[in-house]
């Protein structure tokens, strides 16, 4: 038996890049003996409605020759493309799960709990060639897995082509940094699909979903610096968890999910920014701030076509002018997620992941000058968070005595809320649940009253976007379907304003949940 926490990175690889890989010279020069092949073949069991992995647990039975070994997952944590996850194994003498046989009791009753009357069955296969190098750099060592085959479950299949870096001692930095190495010559793209998440879709016939972003666990004793890390490595795990979803451009939420992921990354580099030197974190804002703009025109289209223009569509669905500008609107939405789709695709993205994973694994911001600020960050968490949530509420205050002169100083109140929300989404747990909740209730609830203000300027340079691409087929017939839709939306947000004051009020009278 063998219980230890797994750190790997995946990584995807196409075909062309393969064979470079297996010859690089950073491989060689990295490399402890001499290549090992295996065929490996791996059923995954589960109940039939699929309760172990809504549970967040993989179970397999690998067969190694004449052995057979069965594998516990939990759940994971995937950050810059790194996965850290519950990994328990143990000898079992056939081709079945046995629970029983988990050395680990709490693990044991927790899957039994879950499992209850029903019945483990095989869920899907994978199937493969797994080519393992150990390789070592001072006092880390790693193996470099590169496997081709497929996973089949019933009559469906999808290949396997993908590199895992697992650690076995030190440092798992040096993944990452091994990682950029590599992605500087070859085509590698950090993955967040495991085989077992991969397999479960194949399974269901459901293709990559959105995910939306998790509670932050933060010890209430937790540092400074150990708040940093939850934070960020949960910003970056819910941006990239999404990039599947939103390169597929088919699910919105895909798209949307991984935007907001980016947005809360920004967020968590601002508030904890008293602490981080500029030089470490101006590159990794620079580089969310690009994806966050390829991102946000597919998703600005798909809030006008998925929210607003139904809003219209019972008045002048039968307009031939609209069903024009509507169709127009379609694919100007392709192009857009073309370029959404060509970003995540891009090895800027790819970099930027590793680069971001490669800064949270080597703490990048203590090689920094000790001073009054930067030693903040071995300082108590809760009463950093107070500060930084004071600043942010005294923003937000300021920002709120201009909201009334226009749409441009509404939306800016709306982005300061934004921001008081993520940083108290952030801490929630070192502050009372209920106080907290209750306050992120009101902001949301002002928050996306603003939004909808906001919706109004969006659409009018979306519709200005639409009658350009008329060019010589633009008619007054045209302009005219514009404008109502303009007109429409703009009651609309005026119906929002009218209950912007009084949701303000709320809000102010909300004392403050890091005061309690």
């Excluded at 950050?79 to 003498?93: C, K, M, N």
């Amino acid at each position: 038996m063998d219980t230890q926490r797994e750190i790997e990175l995946k990584l995807d690889i196409p075909p062309a890049d393969l064979e470079r890989l297996r010859k690089h010279p950073l491989v060689r020069d990295h490399a402890q003996g001499r290549p090992v092949t295996r065929a490996l073949d791996t059923t995954y069991f589960d109940t039939s409605d699929h309760a172990l992995s809504e549970a967040g647990y993989a179970l397999r039975i690998r067969r190694v020759g004449p052995e057979r070994i069965q594998t516990v997952k939990g759940e994971r944590v995937a950050a810059g493309g790194v996965f850290d996850r519950l990994e328990v194994e143990t000898s079992v003498d056939s081709d079945v799960p046995d629970l029983d046989r988990i050395p680990d009791e709490a693990l044991a009753a927790r899957l039994r709990e879950i499992v209850g009357e029903k019945s483990l069955d095989p869920i899907f296969r994978t199937t493969f060639r797994r080519t393992r190098r150990i390789l070592r750099s001072g006092e880390t060592e790693w193996t470099l897995d590169i496997d081709e085959g497929e996973i089949v479950a019933d009559e469906a299949r999808e290949p396997i082509r993908e590199v895992e870096l697992e650690l076995r001692t030190g440092d798992s930095a040096q993944l990452l940094e091994f990682a950029l190495r590599l992605q500087e010559q070859l085509d590698v793209v950090p993955s967040m699909r495991s085989k077992a998440e991969r397999g479960y879709a194949l399974a269901q016939g459901t293709r990559a979903q959105p995910r939306s972003s998790r509670r932050i666990p933060i010890d209430p004793d937790a540092n400074v610096e150990e708040a940093l890390q939850s934070v960020v490595s949960q910003c970056l795990a819910h941006f990239t968890a999404n990039a599947a979803c939103a390169s597929e451009g088919i699910d919105p939420e895909g798209v949307h999910q991984m935007r907001v992921g980016v947005r809360r990354a920004r967020a968590a580099l601002a508030i904890f920014s008293p602490v981080l030197p500029e030089a470490s974190t101006r590159k990794l804002e620079d580089d969310l701030r690009w994806l966050g703009r390829e991102l946000g025109a597919a998703r600005d289209l798909d809030v006008f076509l998925g929210e607003l223009l139904p809003k219209v569509a019972p008045h002048c669905s039968e307009d031939p002018a609209f069903k024009r500008i509507r169709e127009e609107a379609l694919a100007l939405r392709t192009d857009c997620y073309g370029l959404a789709h060509d970003a995540i695709g891009s090895p800027r993205y790819a970099r930027m992941v590793l680069e971001m994973g490669a800064w949270l694994e080597s703490r990048a911001w203590r090689n920094q000058p000790l001073s009054e600020e930067s030693a903040r960050i071995f300082t108590p968490a809760r009463t950093f968070a107070a500060a930084r949530l004071d600043r942010r509420r005294r923003k937000v205050l300021r920002a709120a005595t201009h909201a009334t002169e226009s749409d441009e100083a509404r939306h800016a109140l709306r982005l300061q809320l934004k921001k008081l929300r993520y940083g108290g989404e952030f801490f929630s747990d070192l502050f009372p649940e209920r106080p907290v909740k209750r306050t992120l209730r009101r902001v949301g609830r002002l928050q996306r009253s603003l939004g909808r203000v906001n919706d109004v300027a969006t659409a009018h340079g979306i519709l200005d976007a639409i009658l350009a691409r008329l060019g010589d087929e633009r008619s007054p017939a045209h302009d005219r379907a514009a404008g109502f839709i303009e007109g429409f939306i703009a009651h609309v947000a005026d119906e929002a304003r009218e209950g912007l004051a009084r949701a303000w009020k709320r809000l102010r009278r909300q004392k403050p949940f890091w005061h309690d």
